[in-house]
């Protein structure tokens, strides 16, 4: 997710909104009700299993934006004997629930977001199995944005899945994803991935997209209106896939900057992870509160337009975020550190002097706010793990951390992050151990007074290397 940056700072917050819906819910056996264990969110997910895929197919009319009809199939991998299990799943009345087309034992609500099942039969551990829910009813506000037109979309951070499909919502459990969504006809509907068939019948038509590299619950996406959309190739073949709502405008030029954001980005961090790159560009929402820019996953999403500078954020997340994802929530400045530092790489490849504008710029303007400098960037603690001051001194220590190891073996880490951890997950302690690696260096010092000090570093780890010299400008 994006904050607005300027050459010196990065800054606004990105808002969402939540809509509280009153359900009537059951109580769930307890041990389906055991969450996943994340220190910020222990309710979300369910240890008992591994999503290897998701199919979600939807029905939606822009004529009735308050009506959504599902029909999602989760597959996963036991990997324990499950008597009961739990997915998430926000809203909605739930008409059945069958476990490997077998109708399901029972199937009850619990808690803000659980959906507890019990299957007619265990499923044995090791076993792969397949869940199908049937559901329809309003999608949750928190993930689900709907636009002034009639249109949707999809976009949000930490949770927005829940919102229109059952999942297990936790990003250390990533699947592949293929979507199936119809519209009446005249709209369209733009999900992650590649395309598939389009099939129009009567007044509606149906598009189906696939994503079929691992994808994080909360990077999946579709979004409804009527949309312009302009299909290039980058220099490797893949397409690029760019859709605008109306009044939002895309042209040449538009994908020219793209291409040169996606390839610049890639020759920083390695090959560009996925099958598919571009953007969806959304106009305004009902409640005016949009999702601002958020990286779904190979089809990043842009409140208002679409821009070099937005991409240079969101574009960064398909490696940081995307491809090598957090292990839990207080790994967030995995994602969102990289992702706002590839700003200021942006704003460097057009001639900026980062130390010069960037760090020297925004040091002088916080150097006296203790506040800034409290927020530690690994476990920032619950409710932070996306907290403004995180993505800019994140940025600042990334920069101070290149000047630290050198180029080389500062963009050398990334590039062996981004390979070694591909569709995968990982730690930041485990990024602080190979940035060591790397460059040869003890950086423990640097990112104790970085990453886990809740004040302004000493000065050896603040002006490392080069930036010396602005100690004493």
Known sequence: MRRTPNRHRGATAVLTTATALTLALTAAPASAATGIGDPYYPDDGNPGYDVTHYDVRIAYDPARTDHLDGDTTVTARATEALDSFTLDLKGFTVASVTVDGTPAKSFSRSGAHKLAVVPAHRVADGATFAVRVKYAGKPDGEGWHTLKDGGADVAGEPHSATSWFPANDHPSDKATFALTATVPKGWTAIGNGLPGPTTTEGGSTTFRWHEDKPMVTYASTVAIDKFTVRSAKLSDGKPL?????????????????????????????????????????????????????????????????????????????????????????????????????????????????????????????????????????????????????????????????????????????????????????????????????????????????????????????????????????
């Open 241 to 473: 896939i760019l859709a605008a709502g109306p009044g939002i405008t895309i042209n040449a030029k538009t994908e020219a900057e793209q291409r040169e954001v996606l390839e610049f980005l890639a020759s920083k961090f390695g090959p560009y992870p996925f099958s598919s790159a571009g953007g969806i560009g959304i106009g305004a929402t009902v409640d005016g509160v949009g999702p601002g820019a958020i990286e779904t996953q190979s089809r990043p999403t842009y409140s208002g337009g679409i821009n070099d500078i937005g991409a240079s954020h969101e574009v960064a997340h398909q490696w940081f975020g995307d491809s090598v994802s957090m292990t839990d929530w207080r790994d967030g400045c995995l994602a969102e550190c990289f992702a706002q530092y590839a700003t200021q790489l942006w704003f460097e490849h057009q001639g900026d002097n980062l130390d010069k504008g960037f760090y020297a710029g925004s040091i002088d303007d916080l150097k006296n706010d203790p506040k800034f400098w409290s927020i530690k960037l690994y476990d920032p603690g619950a409710g932070k793990e996306l907290h403004p001051d995180l993505y800019e001194k994140g940025a600042l220590m990334l920069h101070a951390l290149r000047r630290t190891v050198g180029d080389d073996a500062f963009f050398g880490t990334l590039k062996r992050w981004t390979h070694d951890h591909a569709y995968g997950n990982a730690s930041f302690p485990q990024f602080e151990a190979l940035a060591a690696k790397v460059s040869g260096k003890d950086l423990k010092g640097f990112f104790d007074a970085w990453v886990r000090g809740g004040k302004i570093p000493p000065k050896q780890y603040l002006y490392p290397g080069s930036l010396g010299a602005l100690n004493h400008a």
